[in-house]
């Protein structure tokens, strides 16, 4: 008997109350009933998304909200910026160029970022450029870009600023109006604690002017279509009525604990676990700042990233991630965010010494631990 | 936020398939689908049991299952002995006393264990006592009675044995037919990995014998009664149905990891755990062989016992257990039966030097781990 530990950068896992709401009988979509969760869930989203404006939920994966960002804003033949430094990255430039936009790729090593001032000055040769896509946390190499800097550097020019927090959202703080973004996508199986199926999608003014005049083709991701209907808390299409009662129960957690304790939390969750990681003498793979939400490691000289996992899960019943894209093989990545809690961030560590242990790799026993447990042991 | 983690000895985690079995809505227990249910649970309790003979359960708990043991073996003036050395052993005394049973107390310090050749020397002087009562495990001090040298001892007097296997049963082995134990009582809530609230006795030959004689008065607990109805698939009483479909459930994951298996990975968790605690200098309670299902620990010189599981509690939401009857304040007890894994262990570890951080006994940060740690990379 193995119990399974679900430990991937997403879906994450699901609190016993959450999956409790969701188990009670299904509601209709075009009911009070429905208009009355609607209702409450919209409220929680703003504040989640640190925004007065509307967050639209579809019923898509986090991908169905990249691509609604794209139809919503742009024309054809219109010229976008993306920042390409992971696999999320590389699908914000595959999605662009699907729907013919000129996508200018600003491109850095997975395990890097690109600074602002690359993306100021990208935006200053290219005038014309109508967008800059980029993630918060590039989930594939466990790096956070800051968006907050990307946002100053698009001021004042022709583009808005789309930043996909799909992995960060409820994660890493993100103050959308503070910050001056103009429109966030997420996702429901991340640090919203859900099961994946629910997509959001909040356009600050700037964007929605640009979705007014935005010509590329849409139907199930209109967004201003979706929007005139969701303020009065109904939906166009049927909604993923379950994920959206599970909402209502993951907002009233996250609502309770408070955000800045929630980015704390994360936070603290992140650096033990690198703690941890370097205690073992390996080394980190993302050379930037750290994503709170994911830590990608190297792995040793020798072994196989897949391998890591592989015997993550055969040995241990663990799921956790390999790499993706150039970084397959080289690397492998724990997911800590969402309904994770310290001892999750040990378990993920311990189980890691047997698996490099099983693999042939010298283990000093317990270093992870130490070193983990004592950064946890600091008052929080 | 911090996730619930709930390792006293009992009650005990609930699997996630046995939750869901017993979220079904509730089925009549007056009606083929219960026989059938109750069929099967009947072959899956005696293979548990290692006996042939019937296991009949009641809706109760398991001191029930005690009381149970009790009225249907004896009758009123009968003499006993009872096997004391921790808080179950005395409610065995308890409860015969309460029936007006003349009690002979075998009393051993908390953490130490009754030799079975006093058992012996005991029936020869007292020639007429009918039964002799003890627990497998007894759960206020985590040590692990001999019950089979106990079961030779009992041969050839005119006592029957009665094995009270309540922490036990699905943790340490206990051959009821192979050894010869003439009864063996136990509840849901342990190794079997359901709720509180079913009760379990199995009687052998002899002591089938003795309730066809035993005077004392009984009705809910009458186990020739219930026996007579049980071989027809059905009960006289409304039983703890939802338990029942759980059980069905839990009986299922035993088979299919093995008897033996189950009992491996008990004796493997429990013997990591007591490296982790000896691995931070911590003294272990049970001077006696050690329960496979928990372990006890003596409280650091200057810090309170129940000290240790309120800060389990108060920082870390995690239920353990603390010293019963005369070891209250000086011990604490941490479960690891049933729904248990590795890294369960590690949890309560490392949870443990924070606890003790927090009450300001000096830690060295990764040592239980790496004892613990260290163990489980054996082979299993």
Same mark, same amino acid.
């Given at each position: 008997?193995?119990?399974?530990?679900?430990?991937?950068?997403?879906?994450?896992?699901?609190?016993?109350?959450?999956?409790?709401?969701?188990?009670?009988?299904?509601?209709?979509?075009?009911?009070?009933?429905?208009?009355?969760?609607?209702?409450?869930v919209?409220?929680?989203?703003?504040?989640?998304?640190?925004?007065?404006?509307?967050?639209?939920?579809?019923?898509?994966?986090?991908?169905?909200?990249?691509?609604?960002?794209?139809?919503?804003t742009?024309?054809?033949?219109?010229?976008?910026?993306?920042?390409?430094?992971?696999?999320?990255?590389?699908?914000?430039?595959?999605?662009?160029?699907a729907?013919?936009?000129?996508?200018?790729?600003?491109?850095?090593?997975?395990?890097?970022?690109?600074?602002?001032?690359?993306?100021?000055?990208?935006?200053?040769?290219?005038?014309?450029?109508?967008?800059?896509?980029?993630?918060?946390?590039?989930?594939?190499?466990?790096?956070?870009h800051?968006?907050?800097?990307?946002?100053?550097?698009?001021?004042?020019?022709?583009?808005?600023?789309?930043?996909?927090?799909?992995?960060? /959202?409820?994660?890493?703080?993100?103050?959308?109006?503070?910050?001056?973004?103009?429109?966030?996508?997420?996702?429901?199986?991340?640090? /919203?604690?859900?099961?994946?199926?629910?997509?959001?999608c909040?356009?600050?003014?700037?964007?929605?002017?640009?979705?007014?005049?935005?010509?590329?083709?849409?139907?199930?991701?209109?967004?201003?279509?979706?929007?005139?209907?969701?303020?009065?808390?109904?939906?166009?299409?049927?909604?993923?009525?379950?994920?959206?009662?599970?909402?209502?129960?993951?907002?009233?957690?996250?609502?309770?604990?408070?955000?800045?304790?929630?980015?704390?939390?994360?936070?603290? /969750?992140?650096?033990?676990?690198?703690?941890?990681?370097?205690?073992?003498?390996?080394?980190?793979?993302?050379?930037?700042?750290p994503?709170?939400?994911?830590?990608?490691?190297?792995?040793?000289?020798?072994?196989?990233?897949?391998?890591? /996992?592989?015997?993550?899960?055969?040995?241990?019943?663990i799921?956790?991630?390999?790499?993706?894209?150039?970084?397959?093989?080289?690397?492998?990545?724990?997911?800590?965010?969402?309904?994770?809690?310290?001892?999750?961030?040990?378990?993920?560590?311990?189980?890691?010494?047997?698996?490099?242990?099983?693999?042939g790799?010298?283990?000093?026993?317990?270093?992870?631990?130490?070193?983990?447990?004592?950064?946890?042991?600091?008052?929080?």
């Amino acid at each position: 008997m193995k119990k399974y530990y679900l430990m991937a950068p997403g879906p994450t896992p699901i609190p016993p109350q959450v999956l409790q709401a969701m188990a009670q009988p299904i509601i209709h979509h075009r009911t009070p009933a429905y208009e009355a969760l609607f209702s409450e869930v919209r409220d929680g989203l703003k504040w989640l998304f640190q925004t007065r404006s509307e967050v639209v939920p579809f019923a898509a994966s986090g991908t169905g909200a990249m691509e609604a960002a794209i139809v919503n804003t742009l024309s054809p033949g219109d010229g976008a910026v993306v920042v390409r430094a992971g696999a999320f990255g590389d699908r914000w430039w595959e999605a662009c160029t699907a729907f013919g936009i000129k996508t200018l790729s600003l491109e850095a090593p997975y395990g890097e970022t690109v600074p602002a001032d690359r993306v100021a000055e990208t935006l200053r040769k290219h005038p014309k450029a109508k967008a800059v896509f980029c993630q918060q946390s590039e989930t594939s190499t466990g790096v956070l870009h800051d968006v907050k800097a990307y946002a100053d550097a698009v001021k004042g020019s022709n583009a808005i600023l789309v930043v996909d927090a799909v992995s960060s /959202l409820g994660v890493a703080d993100l103050q959308m109006d503070a910050w001056g973004i103009d429109m966030v996508i997420a996702g429901s199986q991340k640090g /919203l604690m859900l099961p994946p199926g629910l997509a959001f999608c909040a356009m600050g003014e700037r964007a929605m002017e640009y979705a007014k005049t935005a010509k590329l083709p849409k139907y199930y991701f209109d967004f201003l279509a979706e929007l005139k209907i969701a303020v009065k808390n109904q939906v166009r299409f049927t909604p993923a009525v379950s994920i959206v009662v599970g909402l209502r129960e993951a907002l009233a957690m996250l609502r309770a604990e408070g955000l800045a304790n929630v980015f704390k939390r994360h936070d603290r /969750l992140a650096r033990a676990c690198r703690a941890g990681v370097e205690g073992l003498g390996l080394e980190l793979f993302a050379k930037a700042t750290p994503s709170p939400a994911i830590t990608s490691v190297v792995a040793p000289k020798g072994i196989d990233g897949e391998a890591v /996992l592989a015997t993550y899960s055969k040995s241990h019943n663990i799921t956790i991630a390999g790499g993706q894209g150039s970084a397959k093989g080289k690397i492998f990545r724990v997911g800590h965010m969402g309904y994770v809690g310290e001892f999750d961030v040990i378990v993920a560590l311990s189980a890691l010494e047997q698996v490099l242990f099983e693999l042939g790799h010298p283990v000093d026993w317990g270093a992870s631990s130490r070193a983990a447990q004592k950064l946890l042991a600091e008052k929080s």
